[in-house]
């Protein structure tokens, strides 16, 4: 492949088979990977993990694309993939979708998953499975579905090495299919970042996400009543979006959707935007970090977790509950009227470690009679040794009201000022609440089902 006018060097690339590639800085530009600005190119081959034949279809584009000189190449586009959308062209273009996402190639990535994703779009996982000839995620597995017949004619054939080739040829095909597709879920959350220069997924992807919803939300509820019930030796992690620094500003939130999650490993998906006056909205912050109790230092139960990107550096403060038991606040005023300008909780003695359940915009909201704070969070938890302190602030600093509740205590009223204020909490238990087979191995891939 000698090089094309207009390019400077010369790049040798080398297939995981051994096929050799000359490929020239324009066309090696198209990926991030094997750019000649991001690579140090000592004359010695730039190995990849994509086979020759898959190469060649990759440089293919890329050298159409590189020397397009800015004409339209979308019906060049079309025809090159218009070869793979039907069954014979699948396993090319999961291939496709493979190398694309291993070289970083954003175009020939978009390209083959929006063709992928047209093929299945509106269908449901068991249909996916069907139309893309799928088996092992909702039906037996290959080996399970083979396992029964004539014992002779199978030891026959297995001693000729048969069931045994086409066992491999179908795994790994199906293996192909469901990272191609989990690529294809994962581009809905794929993203530049201008901080790094680079594309960064925005959202949980540790699992393969073929046939998961990230967006669904969960069947399960609080738990039972607290009643004399003894709390499970369970663990939650209480957290609070504490601060958000924009250059050199410091802007305090509150996150509306936080909530109580089981485990010692914790994802935070993070999406903040600005809204604008005529515009699309701009992106604040975008991405997500993991809380782990095992990073704990000792004799510690809160940690600082960071997320820099795009204009912000957002800090969630986190801490791991032990024995666990969740409170469901609300506040009443009963007699009004009553200024009201934050409500944040916390356990006694420790305000350091407060969360904000609700803080007014501009001033403090002024609620009538038979009114209810808006709180942003309801829901906090605390240790079963421990109570909650609850702290109300009115119009001013001086205008407040501290109450400390025990997880007997249900319904509270005092006076605010000139205002009668009724506090509700319900309390419940933290039961041991886990999904059976969320997560299923299918050839090498551990979905999330």
Known sequence: MAAEEGATKTFLVQSEDGMNFVVSDLEASQSWVIDGDTVCYDGKPIRVDVGGKTLTKVFQYCKKHAYS??????????????????????????????ASNELKIEGLLALTCQTLGNKIKGKSPHEICDILNIRGVFTPQLHEEH????????????????????????????????QALHIVRCQEFTGYEPKINGLVRH?????????????????????????NKTPTRESVVRSCVNVVSLKDDMLSL???CRGLVPGSS???EIDLKIKCDGCADKDFSKGMV???????????????LGLGSWLSWVELL????????????????????????KVAASTPGNFKDHIILYEAAG??????????????RRVVAVTREQKLALFIVGGDALEHLALTLGHSQEMVNRRMCCAEVEVKVAWTAVPIRKRSNMIKVVANQRLLL
């Open 363 to 376: 001033g403090p909201t002024v609620i009538g009679d038979g009114g209810s704070v808006p709180l942003n």
């Open 318 to 341: 986190c801490a791991q509950v032990y024995w666990p038991v969740e409170a469901t606040i609300e506040i009443n005023v009963l007699k009004g009227p009553c200024n009201i300008s």
């Open 203 to 227: 959202r949980f992807n540790d699992f393969n996400l073929a046939f998961f919803d990230l967006d669904k939300e969960t069947s399960f509820s609080r738990g039972p009543p607290l009643n």
């Open 147 to 178: 396992s029964s017949g004539s014992c002779a004619s199978h030891t026959a054939l297995a001693a000729m090495g048969i069931i045994a080739n086409w066992w491999n040829l179908e795994l790994k095909l199906v293996d192909k299919a469901l």
């Open 69 to 98: 000189d800015g004409y339209d190449v979308s019906a060049w586009d079309a025809k090159f993939i218009a070869k793979f959308i039907g069954d014979p062209g699948l396993e090319t273009l999961y291939d496709l979708i493979l």
């Open 290 to 304: 993991e809380f782990d109790s095992v990073h704990l230092c000792e004799g510690k139960v809160t940690m600082t």
């Open 266 to 268: 914790v994802y935070f």
């Open 254 to 256: 509150t996150d509306p």
